[in-house]
Protein backbone atom coordinates (compact mmCIF):
# COMPACT_ATOMS: atom_id res chain seq x y z
CA UNK A 1 0.00 0.00 0.00
CA UNK A 2 2.79 2.35 1.23
CA UNK A 3 6.64 1.95 0.08
CA UNK A 4 9.35 3.69 1.63
CA UNK A 5 12.80 3.64 -0.19
CA UNK A 6 15.95 4.40 1.52
CA UNK A 7 19.20 5.79 -0.80
CA UNK A 8 21.95 7.37 0.60
CA UNK A 9 24.23 5.41 3.00
CA UNK A 10 27.42 4.05 2.53
CA UNK A 11 30.89 3.68 3.97
CA UNK A 12 32.61 7.56 5.38
CA UNK A 13 35.48 8.24 7.18
CA UNK A 14 35.14 10.35 10.77
CA UNK A 15 34.30 14.11 10.31
CA UNK A 16 32.64 13.39 6.71
CA UNK A 17 29.22 13.94 5.84
CA UNK A 18 26.41 11.53 3.82
CA UNK A 19 22.52 12.60 3.47
CA UNK A 20 20.29 10.28 3.22
CA UNK A 21 16.78 10.21 1.25
CA UNK A 22 13.58 8.62 1.41
CA UNK A 23 11.14 8.48 -0.92
CA UNK A 24 7.35 7.46 -0.15
CA UNK A 25 5.10 5.72 -2.39
CA UNK A 26 1.61 4.01 -3.16
CA UNK A 27 -1.65 4.89 -1.56
CA UNK A 28 -0.71 7.98 -0.25
CA UNK A 29 -3.24 10.62 0.67
CA UNK A 30 -1.43 12.87 2.75
CA UNK A 31 1.72 12.85 4.98
CA UNK A 32 1.69 13.52 8.45
CA UNK A 33 5.18 13.41 10.37
CA UNK A 34 7.88 11.50 8.71
CA UNK A 35 11.51 10.51 10.56
CA UNK A 36 14.29 8.90 10.89
CA UNK A 37 15.55 6.43 13.16
CA UNK A 38 18.66 4.16 13.72
CA UNK A 39 19.64 0.72 14.59
CA UNK A 40 22.97 -0.40 15.53
CA UNK A 41 24.07 -4.12 16.38
CA UNK A 42 23.10 -5.39 20.13
CA UNK A 43 21.05 -1.69 21.07
CA UNK A 44 17.48 -0.87 20.52
CA UNK A 45 16.34 1.33 17.79
CA UNK A 46 16.40 4.82 18.39
CA UNK A 47 14.33 8.18 17.16
CA UNK A 48 17.35 10.33 15.04
CA UNK A 49 15.09 13.13 14.36
CA UNK A 50 11.71 13.99 12.95
CA UNK A 51 9.62 16.29 10.95
CA UNK A 52 6.03 17.50 10.94
CA UNK A 53 4.26 17.97 7.61
CA UNK A 54 4.55 21.83 8.61
CA UNK A 55 8.14 22.13 9.20
CA UNK A 56 8.62 21.38 12.83
CA UNK A 57 11.39 19.26 13.95
CA UNK A 58 13.55 17.66 16.60
CA UNK A 59 16.07 15.96 17.07
CA UNK A 60 18.62 13.23 19.64
CA UNK A 61 20.44 15.03 21.43
CA UNK A 62 23.57 12.94 20.35
CA UNK A 63 22.84 14.44 16.70
CA UNK A 64 22.32 17.79 17.39
CA UNK A 65 23.89 21.16 15.25
CA UNK A 66 25.20 18.15 13.09
CA UNK A 67 22.20 16.37 11.93
CA UNK A 68 19.41 18.54 9.52
CA UNK A 69 16.45 16.94 8.59
CA UNK A 70 14.12 18.15 5.92
CA UNK A 71 11.70 17.46 3.41
CA UNK A 72 9.96 17.91 0.38
CA UNK A 73 6.31 17.66 0.75
CA UNK A 74 5.80 17.63 -3.04
CA UNK A 75 8.03 14.85 -3.86
CA UNK A 76 6.75 12.55 -0.77
CA UNK A 77 10.77 13.28 0.23
CA UNK A 78 12.39 13.33 3.39
CA UNK A 79 16.29 13.94 3.51
CA UNK A 80 19.01 13.68 6.45
CA UNK A 81 22.02 15.81 5.73
CA UNK A 82 24.67 14.08 8.41
CA UNK A 83 27.83 16.56 9.02
CA UNK A 84 30.86 15.60 11.06
CA UNK A 85 30.19 12.17 11.72
CA UNK A 86 31.29 9.86 14.54
CA UNK A 87 31.86 6.28 14.91
CA UNK A 88 29.41 6.01 17.21
CA UNK A 89 26.65 6.88 14.43
CA UNK A 90 27.29 3.61 12.31
CA UNK A 91 23.93 2.01 12.37
CA UNK A 92 21.37 1.05 9.85
CA UNK A 93 18.93 4.26 9.29
CA UNK A 94 15.36 3.08 8.86
CA UNK A 95 12.79 6.06 7.38
CA UNK A 96 9.41 6.23 9.21
CA UNK A 97 6.33 8.12 7.86
CA UNK A 98 2.80 8.48 9.26
CA UNK A 99 0.04 7.98 6.45
CA UNK A 100 -3.06 8.62 5.49
CA UNK A 101 -3.82 6.46 3.12
CA UNK A 102 -6.45 6.86 0.07
CA UNK A 103 -8.57 4.20 1.64
CA UNK A 104 -8.61 7.09 5.07
CA UNK A 105 -6.44 4.42 7.26
CA UNK A 106 -3.89 6.01 8.77
CA UNK A 107 -0.56 3.93 8.93
CA UNK A 108 3.00 4.13 10.47
CA UNK A 109 5.16 3.04 7.25
CA UNK A 110 8.62 1.72 7.66
CA UNK A 111 11.46 1.67 5.15
CA UNK A 112 14.10 -1.47 4.81
CA UNK A 113 16.75 0.94 5.98
CA UNK A 114 20.60 2.12 5.01
CA UNK A 115 23.38 1.20 6.10
CA UNK A 116 25.47 4.00 7.37
CA UNK A 117 29.28 3.10 8.53
CA UNK A 118 31.35 5.57 9.90
CA UNK A 119 35.39 4.14 10.32
CA UNK A 120 38.95 5.01 9.31
Known amino acids: QVQLVESGGGLVQPGGSLRLSCVAS????????MGWYRQAPGKQRELVAR???????NYADSVKGRFTISRDNAKNTVYLQMNSLKPEDTAVFLC??????????????WGQGTQVTVSS
Open 96 to 109: NADVLTTGRATISS
Open 26 to 33: GSISRIYN
Open 51 to 57: ITSGGNT
